[in-house]
T-cell receptor
Framework: EAGVTQSPTHLIKTRGQQATLRCSPI?????VYWYQQALGLGLQFLLW???????NRGNFPPRFSGRQFPNYSSELNVNALELEDSALYLC?????????????FGPGTRLLVL | AQTVTQSQPEMSVQEAETVTLSCTYD???????LFWYKQPPSRQMILVIR??????QNATENRFSVNFQKAAKSFSLKISDSQLGDAAMYFC????????????FGQGTRLTINP
């Protein structure tokens, strides 16, 4: 069974640009989560999608947004990039919001903002 | 707000020996989950072990076991017969059962295995 996949593995952008990160959950999983792992700040929850809806949002500005597609894959968009957005972005998936399931993580996308 | 604290930024252990990583958390909830994740240099987060708060029995997975003390809000991870492949960052994480499904992570403990 394939795990959570993320693309691209690395992304280099300049300040002010937009970045789009993609995530495909484990087959059968409907919930997708996004986390930011920035140096010195640890792992912070960004967004949670389930069944195409945004279910919860972490303490991040509105320029962090995303969506979930009918096939349950997800996209994270970061607009007006700032230097401090440089981080590893991890996507995780779980079965669904009604079952108390473990989150399984992808390999991450490393975003560097210059 | 829930918080998770890992007080040991770094730990080291000799190969084949046992090491315990500490984690404490703060919550007003009575039902929740606790997890240990491992992040090797590849950066992929890998689930090590999971504990449901309503279960009194400590979870075990092969060489990995936890000491869950609910009243003390403590959740330590014991790694027996340490192997070189165990070298990684270890993160303790908490999640409520109902409502927001987000994981709240500790700061991590970097574990080094000495051959």
């Amino acid at each position: 069974e394939a795990g959570v996949t993320q693309s691209p593995t690395h992304l280099i952008k300049t300040r002010g640009q937009q970045a789009t990160l993609r995530c495909s959950p484990i087959s059968g999983h409907t919930s997708v989560y996004w986390y930011q792992q920035a140096l010195g700040l640890g792992l912070q929850f960004l967004l949670w999608y389930d069944e195409g809806e945004e279910r919860n949002r972490g303490n991040f500005p509105p320029r962090f947004s995303g969506r979930q597609f009918p096939n349950y894959s997800s996209e994270l968009n970061v607009n007006a990039l700032e230097l401090e957005d440089s981080a590893l972005y991890l996507c995780a998936s779980s079965l669904d919001r009604n079952r108390q399931e473990t989150q399984y993580f992808g390999p991450g996308t490393r975003l560097l903002v210059l | 707000a829930q918080t998770v604290t890992q007080s040991q930024p770094e730990m080291s252990v000799q190969e084949a020996e046992t090491v315990t990583l500490s984690c404490t958390y703060d919550t007003s909830e009575s039902d929740y989950y606790l997890f240990w994740y491992k992040q090797p240099p590849s950066r992929q987060m890998i689930l090590v072990i999971r504990q449901e708060a309503y279960k009194q029995q400590n979870a075990t997975e092969n060489r990995f076991s936890v000491n869950f003390q609910k009243a003390a809000k403590s959740f330590s991870l014991k790694i027996s017969d340490s192997q070189l492949g165990d070298a990684a960052m270890y993160f303790c994480a908490y999640r409520v059962i109902q409502g927001a499904q987000k994981l709240v992570f500790g700061q991590g403990t970097r574990l080094t295995i000495n051959p």
